[in-house]
């Protein structure tokens, strides 16, 4: 499934490198994404998440110019 930002506003929640985000985060989330490692690691940093989330938001046009 894809996601397309719709509406003025997005908000993303961005979990912890191993727990992720709580189920009560998750339940309250419409939609959750992961970013596909591959490789050895088995996490991103967060702030390296957060700049491939951000950027494939943009990229869909999502975001203010």
């Known amino acids: 499934d894809e996601f397309t930002p719709k509406g003025p506003a997005t908000l993303v929640v ?4 191993q727990a992720g985000m709580t189920d ?7 939609h959750v994404l992961c970013i596909p490692i591959f490789g050895k690691a088995d ?3 967060i702030s390296v998440a957060a700049g491939v989330v951000f950027y494939a938001i943009r990229a869909k046009g999502g975001g203010s110019s």
Do not use: I, R, Y
């Open 14 to 17: 961005l979990g912890n490198e």
């Open 24 to 30: 009560a985060v998750t339940k309250a989330c419409t």
């Open 43 to 45: 996490s991103l940093n």
